[in-house]
């Protein structure tokens, strides 16, 4: 990328230093398809850690014993489910929109970032 053609040549060169290094369009695809892969794999380790929390609430038996007329233990037990619920649901509205924000062209290179496992699209560096 070049600099406005007007000024002296110190002056071209001073704000050609200042810009990012320029990328070429293939460039600007593969780090796009980095920094979607790796949101997609941040959010999908939040969804696998309030499933986890979800499993466990559900086997929570709060009906059970003598506590059974305990209404508010039973209101805290359903408030603390409906926030994990809501929480998965918002979770899995963003990994949506990560997945649909992919290019269909871009289907290979998708797939190859897949592939990776995590400490091989750690060591990716982002231009």
């Known amino acids: 990328m070049s600099g406005p053609s007007y000024g002296s ?13 320029p990328y070429d369009s293939r460039e ?14 941040k959010i ?22 003598p506590a059974e007329t305990d209404y508010p233990t039973h209101a805290q037990f359903y408030l603390k489910k409906a ?18 924000s992919r290019k ?3 289907t290979e290179l998708y797939t190859a970032m897949a592939r990776l496992t995590d400490k091989e699209l750690d060591r ?3 231009l």
């Open 124 to 126: 990716t560096v982002l």
């Open 9 to 21: 040549q110190e002056s071209q060169a001073a704000y050609t230093d200042s810009l990012p290094p």
């Open 104 to 106: 269909t062209e871009q």
């Open 28 to 41: 600007n695809e593969l780090i796009s398809v980095i920094e979607n892969e790796r949101l997609r794999r």
């Open 44 to 65: 999908k380790r939040k969804i696998d850690d309030i499933g986890a929390t979800i499993v466990n609430i559900a086997q929570t038996r709060v009906w059970d014993g």
């Open 83 to 100: 926030q994990a619920y809501r929480g998965a649901a918002q979770l899995l509205t963003e990994i949506a929109n990560v997945l649909q």
